[in-house]
């Protein structure tokens, strides 16, 4: 293998050795840039072209003279060097793959869980909380419920659906025969309070969904309902308008998932508590089938 020295005489690139004060012979026109450049040293200097000065490939033979150093170029000690791999390709992909660490979150158990989740400083909601909300019920459910985000009573208490709204999502349990903390389990999409009761945005939501897989790993459930279009736009992966979303069994990773309205816009908009009993009726029949599919599959 070449020397970087060797290679640079072969192209005539230097280094050029020129001594302050040297007169004896007419200066070619390729040194006349370095003497000038070094007569203010007071020592001799390498001086030498780096390749990113010449217009051409150095490779080819009629490639024009460099037009003077580069002062702040580093001077380069005589190395070893392979003058192929030191020259970038354009076909040549330097791009190496790192396979993704594994998120950790997603291998806990029901305490290392919530200690993480109660301890966790990952999105902008986490310092205008109170508190964290994990999540409410039977930890072997059948039926998963998802809302979006904790209100301000949620906030308040550690726990999800309180105030108004919990209090309609029980009524809603109770009209289908189940009951909070019995064969179901409550959680929301993001564990912090956003500020103003907003929606989480995007960010936020991502923050949160290891949390909420790893819950979902856990439980098991045999039918999951989303409460409004922010958990069914997380939960599904697009966006959507509800109405369209409604009458439907979708998937999630694997788990049969409806939709429905969240209590707190049943609450403001007393029309749709109609179509919302609809899709009660819908989930109730829907566990009932895959009910009995496990039980014929057993």
């Given amino acids: 293998m070449s020397t970087r020295k060797e ?44 390749t990113a000065r010449v217009a ?45 660490r594994p998120d950790p979150v997603l291998a806990m158990d029901w305490p290392a869980l919530k200690d993480a989740v109660r301890a966790c400083m990952a999105c902008a909601l986490a310092p205008t909380r109170t508190q964290t909300v994990f999540g409410v019920g039977d930890e072997a459910a059948d039926w998963l419920f998802v809302g979006e985000g904790p209100g301000a009573d949620e906030d308040r208490l550690g726990e999800p659906f309180v105030g108004q709204a919990g209090r309609l999502l029980d009524n809603m349990l109770a009209a ?17 309070r956003p500020p103003g009761n907003r929606n989480p945005d995007a960010a936020e939501a991502t923050a949160c969904r290891p949390y909420l897989e790893r819950q979902v790993a856990l439980i098991r459930p045999k039918l999951i309902v989303a409460l409004g279009k922010v958990a069914a736009t997380n939960l599904l992966g697009r966006d959507a308008p509800i109405g369209s979303l409604r009458g439907k069994v979708h998937d999630y990773r694997g788990v049969p998932l409806i939709v429905t309205y969240h209590p707190a816009y049943l609450l403001r908009t007393l029309p749709e508590k109609a179509r919302a009993w609809e899709d009660l009726c819908f989930a109730r029949e829907t566990m009932a089938r895959l009910s009995a599919q496990a039980s014929a599959g057993a």
Avoid: H
């Fill in 56 to 100: 051409r490939d150095p490779m080819q033979s009629d490639a024009p003279a460099y037009d003077g150093p580069d002062l702040e170029a580093p001077i380069f000690e005589d190395i070893p060097f392979d003058p192929i791999f030191d020259r970038a390709s354009d076909d040549q992909d330097d791009t190496v793959a790192v396979p993704a």
């Fill in 7 to 50: 290679v640079l005489e072969v192209l005539e690139l230097g280094p050029r050795w020129v001594l302050r004060g040297s007169g004896s012979g007419a200066a070619q026109p390729d040194e006349v840039a370095a003497q000038s450049d070094v007569a203010m040293a007071t020592v001799a200097t390498p001086v030498i072209a780096p």
């Fill in 176 to 192: 289908i025969d189940i009951a909070r903390g019995a064969n179901v389990y409550i959680a929301n999409i993001v564990k912090c």
